[in-house]
């Protein structure tokens, strides 16, 4: 089976999201058909990175203990059902401090990119968000949006500028389509 990647924003995507952060396992609430989507496309055989700001970090909101928590629910949800992701990046820096990291810019995204050893270019990166779309094409990416998280008001704000954008109702839409391409919703 030839390797296939997918690289998966988190908050608004896998897991519910919330202006006031995500800060604990209890806060985190996978969202409907997203463990199913990524279940799918792990059995697919396919490679599954998920990249995502973490603000919260660097605000002091919650710590990198309580951060691995949260991942570690994720993993066991997906080890429930005998699927795995490959890896989970993330950037823990404020919009203040200029990193290479923060999505909207790539440095996240091409970290991934180095530590798989593969080529990310035309690789779907799955965002809710305008910074998930641009971090995306500065990466060489395909930029895919879901409506779910803040996807509607990123759809609503931003849509002339999401050009060819696929757009799918959430994350078990997109695994499909990535799976079985036809029309997107």
Known sequence: MVDRVIVVDRDGVINEDSDEYIKSPEEWKALPGSIEALSKLSHAGCRICVVSNQSGLGRGLFGLSELNDMHRKLRDLL??????????????????????????????????????????????????????????????????????????????????????????????????????????L
């Open 79 to 184: 080890a429930g059902q005998g699927a795995q992701v490959e890896m989970i990046a993330f950037c823990p820096h404020l919009p203040t401090d200029g990193c290479d990291c923060r999505k909207p810019r790539p440095g996240l995204l091409l970290a991934v990119q180095e530590r798989l050893g593969s080529s990310l270019k035309g690789v779907p990166y799955i965002g809710d968000s305008l910074s998930d779309v641009q971090a995306a094409r500065a990466a060489g990416m395909e930029p895919w949006l879901v409506r779910t998280g803040k996807g509607e008001r990123t759809l609503a704000r931003e849509g002339r500028s999401l050009g060819s954008t696929r757009v799918f109702p959430n994350l078990l839409g997109a695994a499909e389509y990535f799976l079985y391409p036809g029309p997107s």
